[in-house]
Antibody, heavy 116, light 107 residues
Framework: QVQLKESGPGLVQPSRTLSLTCTVS????????VSWVRQPPGKGLEWIAA???????DYNSALKSRLSFSRDTSKSQVLLKMNSLQTEDTAMYFC??????????WGQGVMVTVSS | DIQMTQSPASLSASLEEIVTITCQAS??????LAWYQQKPGKSPQLLIY???SLADGVPSRFSGSRSGTQYSLKISRLQVEDPGIYYC?????????FGAGTKLELK
């Protein structure tokens, strides 16, 4: 069955770089895209980025300069890096499968706290 | 970027009541709209895609409609398992954007 699982450091110091991994199973990254969505505590959903089945990428306009997005199809992994972290980047980070523009299957999320 | 204005921010309704949530797009997005339900501590669940198509396994009391650039999610008969936060998502052009969410509670 389709599964996505996020992994990451949990706690990151301000100004450092966050690296998150989404490991997928039950589908191929060459057939489906993957997006990242985050949710600060008690707040709404924010779309971060997408990597499509052909490998092209799209980014949130406000975050674009701080993001890099790649994938390793042999490992079924999608990698997201965000630099210059600030406290406002504290959030639950979700990855999700993209059959088209809309995510259908979601991971359980990974909580990232930015704090010294 | 396309803005999605969602209303109301919160509402309280009784069992079996009809509930309607709306999203107004800042420009034409066609039918490139999806709706999600999120319960506390859980990932969002897809309800509607293509503005009107019901996702697999979603009860038929949920429905989506469109009038111009205004999109609506309707719950025809509110059930005890329906409270949560509902979000719209536009997928017409990147960067894709969510509405701010509607918190639905049982009265």
């Amino acid at each position: 069955q389709v599964q996505l699982k996020e992994s990451g450091p949990g706690l990151v110091q301000p100004s450092r770089t966050l690296s998150l991994t989404c490991t997928v199973s039950g589908f191929s990254l060459t057939s489906y895209g993957v997006s990242w969505v985050r949710q600060p505590p008690g707040k709404g959903l924010e779309w971060i980025a997408a990597i499509w089945s052909g490998g092209s990428t799209d980014y949130n306009s406000a975050l674009k300069s701080r993001l890099s997005f790649s994938r390793d199809t042999s490992k079924s992994q999608v990698l997201l890096k965000m630099n210059s972290l600030q406290t406002e980047d504290t959030a639950m980070y979700f990855c999700a499968r993209l059959p088209y523009y809309y995510p259908d299957y979601w991971g359980q999320g990974v909580m990232v706290t930015v704090s010294s | 970027d396309i803005q999605m204005t969602q209303s109301p921010a919160s509402l309280s309704a009784s069992l079996e009541e009809i509930v309607t949530i709306t999203c107004q797009a800042s420009q034409d997005i066609g039918n490139w709209l999806a709706w999600y339900q999120q319960k506390p501590g859980k990932s969002p669940q897809l309800l509607i895609y293509g503005a009107t198509s019901l996702a697999d396994g979603v009860p038929s009391r949920f429905s989506g409609s469109r009038s111009g650039t205004q999109y609506s999610l309707k719950i025809s008969r509110l059930q005890v398992e329906d409270p949560g936060i509902y979000y719209c998502l536009q997928g017409y052009s990147a960067p894709y954007t969510f509405g701010a969410g509607t918190k639905l509670e049982l009265k």
